[in-house]
């Protein structure tokens, strides 16, 4: 299906559908894994059989969130499932590993936000003008009497706060404040989850953006900023892969900076491109087309072939020439 389904279609589904396998994009963030939570939560209230799996399972950083450790990682061995939901994935095989331990689902049903997803389901619901998938299933629980529990909420609430850095970025409408108060009602704590999310890092990740920030390069006439992290660097510091979560916003956030990049070294040899603009007119999603990633027009990402050095070369080229000409 080319074209978006109803929101009332995929709910006919949840509810006539018995198995259910609920999965995101690997290397989670709050959206990704508030939204798995949320739907799985639902299925369960339903009295739905339901696995939820993620390639890297539920990060540290995330443990806190409620019936966090239903989020398990896939297993070696294939399963039958009835309906497969694919949430906040711009791309199919970004689900990693879960897509081979899936090993038939009747049908796939793919809700997402990001503008450059193919619509690779059965049933599709995608809205690239929502700042979050946490919000398209607000309005899936809500508009089609679902159930929606306070942990339901909780979980809610981290995927949009997260995706909208808090509520700030451009995406956000006042239907999203709409909801975040929505969510309040239903018992959300707003200063416990915020201090959770924004104000408990561990000590190394501190350590890694003062390393980040010493590495740290400007580019086309210093409007855009870009660092790396080293596999060397990564393993001298224990780095985690929550940890790098919302670094990249330090150096968006400098006076002048229109892009700024974050490039990671895997150990597979590839190179993990974060991409953020402060400006429409510099879209970042052309940019990660490019070479095989995607996502909005001010925030998109990129797994790609290294060496690091030519990922950096080509990605600040390619930049370059979508900055505007003044």
Known sequence: MTENCSLAQIADLLREKQRFVVVSHIRPDGDALGCTLAMGLCLRQLGKDVTLWNEDGCLEKFEWLPHSALV???????QKFDVALVLDTAVKDRVGKCLDAIGHADVWVNIDHHVSNPRFGDLNYIDSTSPATGQILFELFRQCGLPLTYEMADNLY?????????????????????IGAELVKLGVNVGNLSQRLYESYPRRRIELLKSLLNALQFSSNDRVASF?????TSKSLGVKPDDNEGLIDTIRAVEGVIVAVFFEELEDGRVRVSLRSKNPSTDVC?????????????????RMKGPLADAQAKILQSIDEQLPRN
Do not use: M, N
Not at 158 to 178: K, L, M
Not at 286 to 302: M, R
């Open 72 to 78: 398990k990682q896939p297993p070696s061995e294939p």
């Open 158 to 178: 981290v995927a949009i706060s997260t995706d909208t850095g808090s509520f700030q970025y451009p995406s956000t409408t006042a239907r999203t404040y709409e």
């Open 228 to 232: 790396a992290l080293t596999q060397e």
């Open 286 to 302: 052309k940019v990660a087309l490019q070479f095989g990633g995607g996502g909005h027009t001010l925030a998109a990402g990129i």
